[in-house]
């Protein structure tokens, strides 16, 4: 599962470098309650050279999570279709360019270029951070824990400020 290009390859090629590859992206989602589970990211690339030692790499992530419904922790499966797209430069030295941070360009240094911790940004950045079983979704009770969506629960839900608490025996 290696991700990656050699520069002086995809300068040396007529058309693009074609990736097909799957990626695991357990290490990067490890410690999130809210994801359940995770397929393998398939990731359909490809690397073109566009001059000025710049290689363009550009495709798609596809791939499916199951996560926890942010209302009633139901399991909630999400299909996930990410555009990818990067550029990459290749500097002799260091000190030749310096990276602007308005550039969408990255700049790097080695001949060999793993695209793997980009796949995996990539996925993180387009992860949903709510994600709902359906948009009615009731919830799950304050008091006792049952899933509203189910079935009523007997709980009183009335909510009193606690400042206003002395107030409430007033009237009677």
Known sequence: MKVQFEFRKVVKLDGPL???????????????ADILASELVH????ATFVG???VEVQGKLTGQVDMA?????????????IPFHEIFKLVKKQSEEIQDEDSDTIFVDDDMVDLIPFVEEAFLLHLPQISYCKASCKGLCQKCGSDLNVSTCNCDTKVVDPRLAVLKDFFE
């Open 69 to 81: 419904c942010s209302r009633c922790l139901t399991e909630v499966p999400k299909q996930l279709y």
């Open 52 to 54: 000025d030692n710049t």
């Open 43 to 46: 990731a359909d690339l490809e």
């Open 18 to 32: 074609h990736f097909l590859e799957q990626v695991n992206v357990d290490r990067v989602i490890k410690g999130r």
